[in-house]
């Protein structure tokens, strides 16, 4: 049987150079067709219902106490819309979700927290002016945004017993990304929310959020310092969204490229 390896000298060595390109490309191109995209990796949100004339633009999975996050932003005016679900450890406990334009610890921020005031009451939000670890009172307090359409309701679509905290805040127009931090509570006593929990959930419940959607940004803070931090994904609104791979997956890197010029060279050089 006849060889299929080419005679002619310069064909031959441009079939090995082919061969080369082949193998170095090609594992390459598979990482860059199987890796996750950063939207992908979130998930988790994508099941929550709401009511009619409630949708969202981006959600997240927050990374602690089962919390999820629905929030529309305009960058231009800085309204910031928010769905902020999760559940308390108990019947009757309070969920919140803040933001602190200070700091990254729960001191400084500026939260929204649904609560029944009494078993029997429907529930309500409350703003509270975070400036030190004491309890809340019965009655809100003015925080450093103007805070509109609050509202919260308990899921019946959803997991049992999840809370849904609504509410739209106005924010310096330009705003790209805010610290946040989430919480949930077991006990409301005399109408008004009663601490949290301290275990390493509780206490890593905060992070950075990209207010464009693009990710969910870790806090440096160390979990002692204040109520909480971690990273996730983010998607876009219900459906998700997906990500482009990174230039670093989607092509040759640059020393495998020089190496197959200077092996070219070569061999254009003894044919």
């Not at 919140?96 to 005031?117: D, H, T, Y």
């Not at 989607?250 to 020089?258: F, H, I, Q, R």
């Amino acid at each position: 049987m006849a060889s299929a390896t080419p005679r002619n000298p310069r064909a031959r060595a441009i079939a090995i150079l082919a061969v080369l390109v082949t193998a170095a490309v090609a594992p390459t191109a598979t990482r860059a067709a199987v890796a996750p995209s950063p939207a992908a990796a979130g998930g988790g949100c994508d099941g929550d219902k709401f009511p009619a004339g409630r949708s969202y633009a981006h959600c997240a999975a927050l990374p602690y106490l089962g919390a999820r996050l629905h929030w529309t932003h305009d960058a231009k005016t800085g309204s910031l819309s928010v769905a902020f679900v999760a559940k308390p450890p108990a019947g009757g406990g309070w969920v919140s979700w803040a933001i602190n334009p200070a700091g990254e610890g729960m001191k400084g921020a500026q939260a929204l927290v649904a609560f029944r005031p009494s078993p029997a009451a429907p529930y309500a939000v409350n703003t509270y002016n975070i400036t030190g670890y004491k309890p809340f009172g019965a009655s809100s307090t003015p925080i450093a945004f103007k805070a509109t359409g609050l509202a919260a309701d308990e899921s019946a679509a959803n997991a049992g017993g999840e809370v849904r905290l609504y509410g739209k805040l106005q924010l310096a127009p330009g705003t790209e990304v805010v610290n946040h931090i989430w919480q949930v509570g077991s006990t409301v006593t005399g109408g008004a929310p009663v601490k949290h929990a301290f275990d390493k959930d509780n206490l890593e419940a905060k992070g950075k959020l990209a207010l464009s959607g693009a990710a969910l940004a870790p806090a440096p803070e160390p979990a002692a310092a204040g109520a909480g931090g971690g990273s996730s994904a983010a998607k876009g609104g219900s459906g998700g969204s997906g990500g482009k791979p990174s230039a670093a997956t989607a092509t040759v890197s640059a020393p495998v490229l020089m190496m197959l010029l200077a092996l070219a060279a070569g061999f254009m050089a003894i044919v």
